[in-house]
């Protein structure tokens, strides 16, 4: 299961990561390898076997809607690399 | 307290809690002066053992002045004055959060995780936030942003991970008491290399609320200790439902220190096979059999004609699902809201790509990489919804096996700690490190490491795994075993020999 070059850079895409010629080429031997250990559950029958995406069988959760304090757009905008005024600042989104 | 011990601060910190709660409220010793003592010995091994990304000693030591108070006043909680090591990974709105990222270098959180709240109110003092592997990530704390940390047996060789600076500290000898995370053997894996007790909750009975995500259907907070006693009482104290967190249970937390020495009499203990085979070092499989045969002798039935026939799929299973998880958890690390943010490129979108490039270390893109891959269109099926479906056959087996025993018996590790840098270069080699921790997180299953001897003068350790929401079961064995043996109370010396001065 070896992957192509390309579909390394399709999922740095779409993850959203930048890589180097040479990060981009040592990922994609090791996930090659990582892949191909995948393959392994091939040999399990699944067949009619429900997915499981949590161990314990809470349904949907409803809390009470009470109103309580949050902490405070000051707090929050003190980690922002970037301000202006009460906003979050970022560069263009459309261009 | 024992008659005739010492009660000077300094002989205290190699006591079990219990110990020096004893000794706190007697007024043998305040928790101001237990504080200094326990930062003073943190200071002098950090240098060779690098437990800490962020010591916290003014914290520290104004939690011990009002646990003075409360102390005076008579109405202490079992953790009032106790030191207590708190993983990088569990956010405290005044101390920097790192979670072993160059990501979050001087993040500040804006609230207190729910299991740090609970400990401030229960008086305990936090000493520093413990080293780890980036996001949680690794078996070994070397990919810790921050450096790695050492084994306190062997100061060339890892701690285990991804708890590794938690592991250290408490084997060291510098704190009693430490908060882990275990996502895929996160607790158990450093506990055993470090040659003290680790529990890993059963999915839903501590909070996550607070706790930087990795892979949310898999981790859980748990606790460190030396010994059976003081794990149960800082379980105890982090358990039970939290508003702030939907997966946590509805249900009552019991006193896990009540029925620690009822013993083990007609115990019904079950060693699936499969985890007993292959791939063992020597050294583990004598200490994890001589450990069976004393269980046998304390009363316990063993049985080996235990299958688990799908759990050989785990490190696949594993590798799916978290990395899917965190590939969601992390794309919050976007440079716009806090942390690192990169701000040289020619666009939003590569600032974005360079934040995470640079943020990020190997592991982690690694993983956000391999995630990504398998919820991507086309290999959803194949991948993810594959091995979430392998995971009902193995969380099946596990119920089925438990409904005929009270618990499960494995090794923790296969091997003993591997030397600093060992298995870098091979993902695969350190994923297989994990092999008998993995599948319980599949199961959402409680279990922890408890010593069981020494291989090439390195710490093993076995694994009880029990019924959901019994640790109690786990911890009552623990405490028996530990009547019989003194593997829990050996200590290492590497670190002192490095701090001593030359």
């Known amino acids: 299961m070896a992957l192509s070059h390309s579909e390394v850079w399709h999922i740095a895409r779409l993850a959203r990561i930048g890589l180097s010629d040479a990060e981009a080429d040592r990922l994609r031997e090791q996930l090659s390898t990582i892949l191909e250990h995948f393959q392994s559950l091939n040999a399990y029958d699944t067949d009619g076997v429900p997915p499981t995406a949590q161990t314990f069988d809470l349904t949907t959760v409803e809390r009470a809607d009470e109103p309580r304090p949050t902490a405070g757009a000051e707090l929050v905008l003190a980690n922002a690399p970037r301000r202006e005024g009460d906003f979050l600042r970022v560069r263009a989104v459309l261009e | 307290m024992a008659d005739g011990a010492d009660p000077t601060p300094g002989a205290l910190l190699d006591a079990p809690v219990h110990e020096q709660a004893c000794a706190l409220r007697a007024g043998a010793v305040t928790a101001r002066a237990l504080a200094e003592a326990t930062l003073a010995r943190v200071r002098a091994q950090e240098p060779a053992l690098h437990a800490y990304i962020t010591l916290t000693p003014e914290l520290a030591?104004?939690?011990?002045?009002?646990?003075?108070?409360?102390?005076?006043?008579?109405?202490?909680?079992?953790?009032?004055?106790i030191p207590i090591a708190v993983k990088d990974l569990l956010s405290t709105c005044d101390a920097e959060t790192t979670a072993g990222?160059?990501?979050?270098?001087?993040?500040?959180?804006?609230?207190?995780?729910?299991?740090?709240?609970?400990?401030?109110?229960?008086?305990?003092?936090?000493?520093?936030?413990?080293?780890?592997?980036?996001?949680?990530?690794?078996?070994?704390?070397?990919?810790?942003?921050?450096?790695?940390?050492?084994?306190?047996?062997?100061?060339?060789?890892?701690?285990?991970?991804?708890?590794?600076?938690?592991?250290?500290?408490?084997?060291?000898?510098?704190?009693?008491?430490?908060?882990?995370?275990?996502?895929?053997?996160?607790?158990?894996?450093?506990?055993?290399?470090?040659?003290?007790?680790?529990?890993?909750?059963?999915?839903?009975?501590?909070?996550?609320?607070?706790?930087?995500?990795?892979?949310?259907?898999?981790?859980q907070v748990g606790p460190f200790a030396r010994d059976a006693e003081?794990?149960?009482?800082?379980?105890?104290?982090?358990?039970?439902?939290?508003?702030?967190?939907?997966?946590?249970?509805?249900?009552?937390?019991?006193?896990?220190?009540?029925?620690?020495?009822?013993?083990?009499e007609g115990l019904r203990v079950g060693v699936p096979r499969e985890l007993l085979g292959e791939g063992l070092e020597p050294g583990v499989r004598e200490a994890?059999?001589?450990?069976?045969?004393?269980?046998?002798?304390?009363?316990?039935?063993?049985?080996?004609?235990?299958?688990?026939?799908?759990?050989?799929?785990?490190?696949?299973?594993?590798?799916?699902i978290a990395p899917s998880e965190a590939s969601a958890n992390l794309a919050r690390y976007d440079g716009v809201k806090y942390g690192y943010s990169a701000h040289d490129g020619p666009g939003m979108w590569d600032d974005m790509e360079q934040t995470r490039d640079r943020g990020f270390g190997d592991e982690v893109k690694r993983r956000i990489m391999i995630g990504t891959y398998a919820l991507s269109a086309g290999y959803y099926d194949a991948y993810y919804l594959k091995a979430q479906k392998v995971r009902t056959l193995i969380r099946r087996e596990f119920e089925a096996a438990l409904a005929t025993h009270d618990l499960l018996l494995t090794p923790t590790t296969p091997g003993v700690?591997?030397?600093?840098?060992?298995k870098l270069g091979d993902?695969?080699?350190?994923?297989?490190?994990?092999?008998?921790?993995?599948?319980?997180n599949i199961a959402g299953l409680p279990a922890a490491s408890i010593p069981c001897g020494f291989a090439e003068g390195l710490p093993v350790g076995m694994q009880l795994i029990g019924r959901a929401f019994e640790e109690s079961t786990i911890l009552r064995a623990a405490h028996a075993y530990a009547t019989v043996t003194d593997w829990h109370l050996r200590r290492p010396g590497a670190v002192a020999a490095a701090a001593m001065p030359s």
């Open chain 2, 417 to 422: 700690a591997f030397r600093l840098g060992e």
């Open chain 2, 427 to 440: 993902p695969l080699a350190m994923y297989l490190s994990d092999l008998f921790t993995l599948p319980v």
């Open chain 2, 61 to 81: 030591l104004a939690a011990a002045e009002a646990a003075d108070q409360r102390l005076r006043r008579g109405d202490a909680a079992p953790l009032t004055g």
């Open chain 2, 288 to 320: 994890v059999e001589a450990a069976l045969a004393q269980l046998a002798a304390l009363g316990a039935r063993i049985d080996r004609d235990v299958s688990l026939p799908s759990v050989g799929a785990s490190l696949p299973v594993y590798y799916l």
């Open chain 2, 101 to 219: 990222s160059a990501m979050l270098r001087g993040f500040r959180p804006i609230v207190d995780c729910t299991v740090v709240a609970r400990l401030r109110a229960a008086g305990a003092v936090m000493v520093g936030k413990a080293n780890l592997d980036e996001f949680a990530m690794g078996s070994s704390t070397e990919y810790s942003a921050y450096g790695s940390t050492r084994n306190p047996w062997d100061l060339e060789r890892v701690p285990g991970g991804s708890s590794g600076g938690s592991a250290a500290t408490v084997a060291a000898g510098g704190v009693p008491l430490a908060l882990g995370t275990d996502t895929g053997g996160s607790i158990r894996q450093p506990a055993a290399l470090c040659g003290i007790l680790g529990l890993k909750p059963t999915y839903g009975r501590v909070s996550r609320f607070g706790v930087i995500a990795f892979a949310s259907s898999l981790e």
């Open chain 2, 230 to 264: 003081d794990l149960g009482l800082l379980l105890g104290a982090i358990a039970g439902h939290d508003p702030l967190d939907a997966t946590t249970a509805p249900l009552p937390v019991p006193d896990y220190t009540a029925d620690l020495a009822r013993g083990i």
